[in-house]
Each structure stands twice: as C-alpha cells, then as structure tokens.
C-alpha cells in the first residue's frame, strides 16, 4: 500500500488522536515494520505505541527509525543466538525483547530465552512470583542480561537476567475508557474496534463486522466456549495468537497435566493461568488422550475440574477453530456442521451442547491486502487490557432490560445467548449503555451462533435438541420475534416443491428417540421384474423394502400393474437426509414410490410416509409417533400418511404438530397410496 493512502486520515482519525492521544497507532506502521520480523504485533505496538503514538508525520517518522534499530539491536533473530550471547560477554550487559520461560530444575529456577538460545540464565525468584505465567507458555519481556564469571562454577551459566520488564501496558484506566467511550457513536466505534484488530471496515457489511468482534469475546468474557470452522486463510486464530498477551494457543496435541495442571498442584495448568486457551487445528484434538476430551467437558460446563481429590476452577475461555474442506451448502445438505470435527468431538453430543457460539467461518473473506487498514487504531496491548479488564465485569442481565427469551431455549441455550450478548457489549458498549435496537441486534447475533449449535445438534438426531425455533419477544408490545441462521435456508428437507414419480419421504426412530429421514427414490428400466438396491440400503432397511416388493409380485394382478411388473426393473435408492444411519423400516414409503413410479403420477409434496409391511400387506405401526412427526415438521413436512393402528399414540402428540402437519391414515398399502397420488 502505498504512503499516499496511508496519510488520508478521516474523521474517525482524528476523533481517537484527539481523544486517545499516545493509545493509538497507524496500523500500516505495524505491516511495515512486521515484514522484516517474525515478532508478535502486540509486541511490535508495544513499541510503535512507545515511539510512534503520534499524529506527526515528522514525529511518526523518528518513532520508526528507532523501532527499527531497537528491533535491530535488542530483537534476536532466531538464528543469531550466538552473536547475542556474544554481545553480552563482550559489553558485560545488554538488554533484548525475548520470549521468556521459567521452569524448576531440583530446587532453582532457571529462565530460558528463546531465541537467546540458553536454557540457564539466572532469575530472581520475584519475578517468578509475580509473573506466574513464565512457568507455562512464557511471556514476551525486555531482558536485562549480564555477564558474569563465576568461579566455583568454573564458567558454567554465567548469563543473569538483572531486569525482567513484561510487554503490557503498565496502567489501564477503566473509568476513562468508558468515559471516553461516551464521545462515539455505536458505528464509529465498531469501526474502530475493527481497525484496532488491524481491519478495514470500510467494506464490510454490518454482519461481517459484527462477525468479526464474536472473536474477540473469549478476551472479554471468562468461561466462553466459542467455536469457529471455516475456509483456511480466513485468520481465524489470528485473534489468539497476535492481539493480546494473555492468550495461548495450541497448534498440536497436549496433555490433561498441561492443559489442568499437576495432580499435586505443582503447577498451574493453562485454564487458570491463561485468559484464552485456543485449539488451532481442531483435527489435532483427535490425537490427544480421551481424558483430556472428558476434563474439558466438565471444564467448559462449569469451569472446574477434577484434578486428584482437588476440585479446582479456572476462568480461560476455550476457542476452538478448525478448517472446513467442503463448500457449506454440501455440509448443509449432506451431514451436518460439525463435520470437520475430530471424532473424540463430533460424536459427543453432550461436549458439542457445551459451545455458547458457532461462528459461521465461511462468511468470513480470505485475507487480502485491501482487508487491512492503514488507518489509527488502538495500540493492541491498550485493547487487550481494556477486554482483559472488562472480563471482571458482568453484563449477562442486560437482555433482561427489555426482552425476554423464547420457549425453546433451555438453560444451556439461555446461558451461552447470555454470556454471548455479554461479551459484545463489553466489546461495543462497555459504559453499559445500549439502545433497544442495539440491543436486539446482539440478541439476534446470539441467539443464531447458539442457534447454529443447536441446529446441528438436532440434525444428528437426537430428540432432546428439537427445539431449535428460537425467538425472543420485546416486553413493552409482546412482539415475539424469531431468529434463524442463514446457511439452514428454509431448512427444509422435506421439499414443498413437486416431486419426480418415484420419490418419497419417510422416516424410522430408534429405540432411543433418534429419528432417521431419507429419501426414497424408485426408478424403472426395461428389463425383467427385477428389483436393485443402491449400496446405501442394508440391514433392516433392505428386508423391510424386500418384503414390500414379495407384496407387488405377490398382488401384481390385483394392482392392475402385471404387465409393468413383467416388463421393468426397478432401482432403488434411499438418501439419508440427516446423516445418522437410524436403521429404519421403510416398507410402506418404498410401496408408495414404487406405485408412483410405474404410474408415473408423483406423491402430493411435503408429504412424510410412515409405517412397514409383511409379505401379505398387514401394516406395522411405528414404535412411536412423537418424534418422526415433530423431525417432519421441523423439516418443512405438511402431511403425514400414518398407520391407522398408530391412531392411539396420538395422544402423545403435541397440539403444535397437530396444527402444522395433516394426518392421512390408512389401513392397507393399496389405500396408503391412491390417497397421496396425483396424476392419472
């Protein structure tokens, strides 16, 4: 980008210089300088915030050169360990930025420089006492190192540090930050919030801005469990790993002791030390041991764990982000969004209802040159201790104020849309202060990133998460408001569109309450009398659409439909809509399919087929009702052709479904389909 652009300030510019004056930076100075090393930014602003807090050009131009001869100076470059070491024998002292590390080795501490490349410098035990995140992770620090001889130990370790300084900021005042919060409107300060991040919000929707603050809501809020799968490159934990020195994240697999601390309490884990403990590569999960998976279930539920007989507490937010290979309407279509989870995950329904909010990855844009901004934002540590300070603070009631939330949210739902509504307004309005209207937008925010958990919990089949038409209703009118997530579309699986003769819903239930719901799809061919099955159709479901076709063979006269029998072969095929292999008998679906091909004349649309046939046509009721039918109705399903012996368990059913979906009954097979078939 070039300086030109870089120097068209805007009003927004000028309002945080004037008003934030030596707590903001020009965000292209960062790109500039980052080029050249691999520091993190909070780092590099630490500095630029140190030398280059200015809206001089002159005074901004100064501030560089001396950032970079400090980076030149006192940064050590990975491969120049040696000449550093040398440096400090040589002068006797020398000060460096270095990420810093302590561990116990016997009884002494010993500090360890990255890229210093010396595993034994000598610390002063203070520090290790105040800053106790050195001993997990470490921190970046301004080293103060000396040289020294040492006699008894004939030259051995002689480095010592004589300061340790972290890179944070040394005051943040909180009652000013919202002070000062109170001279911007709602608009610029999203915008300033995006370009303290590094962003350009000048051509982002209001969605894809709001989008981007989710991510910053584990910094702000304890306790937060937010997920995030997406195309790669989109930065998804650029959050974690750039913005704030209270973060961690891990890029492979750890341990429980690593993640929750010794047994013995020893030593802190990262859940009690760390503000954020992000998950890179989701995937990795897939190689840790169980235990982790299960201490973290407990620990995303409640925030403790179990470590020995010790029930202790920590309040990191855990962020997990994974990429997604498949484009979203495949996921949509196909299984559900969780898919690109590892197993450990993707199979515990129970760890997946502990997520407060799925942010959809794939609306966010791939990272491109014009994403950044090259105009002041905060100074990152100034950001990262306002959201770090903010985490003291508690705004879940504030939905409360003017709304109160629908009848489809249970407790976990109305924790996670709180905890959610919570954060942005820590992030947006820490003064407290929101309209009605802005309110509403992050309750709507909230409700569809939990929304989307639940969504997806619903489509692996499991009754308990039915209730996904969430909504909330604004207290002064009584107005109730409904909220979906854009990806579900209609979230119709059941299409409302005319079918294709031949084509059939229908729907099995466990023994648990999971339902099943597929596609049943009949083709003809010339040929013999023949019936093919596609792969997908086994087990229970193969009999089930074998003993239907020994009825036709059986009855072909009786049908009318002899000489099509004779003359055709027939293809099925049966698509499983939500991906959760329910093994269902779909004798009766399969009858009507098959009827509706060979005449040719398709089945009434948004039509759900129920019930199983014996070799002589006698109909078998289904186990339960309750659950197909409220699945059907969730997925767009307008009718139902039920068994007549299934007529008593309606009792059970919900006035709801009642309302929304037509019950057909029938006694035989012939009569299931002349009551659904148009055409001829």
Known sequence: ??????????????????????????????????????????????????????????????????????????????????????????????????????????????????????????????????????????????????????????????????????????????????????????????????????????????????????????????????????????????????????????????????????????????????????????????????????????????????????????????????????????????????????????????????????????????????????????????????????????????VDRHFSLGAHLNARDRKAVRKTVSGLMKILFPHGEATQEELAEVLELALEGRRRVKEQLKKMGSFEYHHTSFSYTLQETGEERFVGVPEQGGRDLISADPLAPGTVYTAGVAADGTVGLYRVEVSVSGGTGKLKMAGGVAGAMKESVQRAFSYVQAKKSDLGLARELDTSDFHVEVIDLLGNRVEAEVGVAFFVAWFSAVRKAPVSPALLVLGDMSVQGNIKPLRSLVEPLQVAMDNGAKRALIPIENKRSFLDVSADILEHVDSIFYGDPKTAAMKVLGGP
């Open 1 to 398: 980008m070039s300086n030109g652009a870089a120097a068209t300030r805007d009003p927004l510019d000028d309002k945080v210089n004037r008003l934030f004056a030596g707590k903001v930076v020009r965000k292209d100075l960062v790109r500039k300088v980052k080029v050249g090393t691999n520091v993190p930014v909070f780092v590099l602003e630490f500095l630029l915030g140190k030398y280059c807090a200015s809206s001089d050009e002159v005074a901004i131009q100064l501030g560089l050169q001396v950032v970079n001869d400090t980076l030149a100076n006192n940064y050590i470059r990975p491969d120049e360990s040696v000449k550093a070491q040398s440096k400090v024998k040589e002068n006797g002292r020398h000060t460096f930025i270095d990420k810093v590390k302590v561990r116990l080795v016997d009884s002494d501490y010993w500090a360890e420089a990255n890229h210093f490349g010396n595993k034994f410098l000598h610390v002063p035990t203070q520090y290790v006492r105040d800053f106790d995140r050195l001993l997990t992770g470490g921190v970046w620090a301004q080293l103060d190192l000396r040289f020294e001889y040492d006699e008894e130990a004939k030259g051995k370790n002689p480095f010592w540090i004589d300061k340790l300084t972290p890179i944070q900021i040394a005051t943040f005042d909180l009652e000013e930050y919202r002070r000062v919060r109170r001279e911007f409107t709602t608009d610029e300060w999203l915008d300033l919030m995006l370009r303290s991040m590094g962003y350009e919000p000048a051509e982002m929707s209001r969605r894809l801005k709001l989008h981007f603050l989710v991510r910053l809501i584990p910094l702000a809020e304890r306790n937060y469990n937010l997920v995030e799968l997406g195309p790669r490159g989109t930065g998804k934990s650029y959050v974690i790993q750039e913005v704030s020195p209270y973060t961690a994240l891990l890029t492979g697999p750890t341990t429980v002791a690593n993640l929750f601390g010794h047994m013995g309490g020893r030593q802190k884990g990262m859940v009690q030390i760390w503000d954020v403990v992000g998950f890179d590569e989701v995937a990795d999960l897939q190689k840790m041991p169980k235990e982790v998976i299960t201490t973290m279930k407990t620990y995303c539920e409640s925030g403790t764990f179990q470590r020995g007989q010790e029930a202790t507490t920590g309040d990191a937010s855990v962020a997990m982000f994974g990429n997604t290979n498949q484009p979203v309407d495949v996921m949509v279509q196909t299984g559900h969004l969780f898919a690109p989870m590892p197993d450990v995950i993707r199979d515990d329904m129970a760890f997946i209802d502990r997520l407060h909010f799925y942010l959809p990855g794939w609306e966010l844009p791939k990272m491109r040159n014009e994403m950044f901004t090259s105009h002041y934002g905060f100074v990152v540590d100034y950001l990262a201790e306002a959201l770090r300070e903010m985490r003291k603070h508690n705004f879940t009631e504030v």
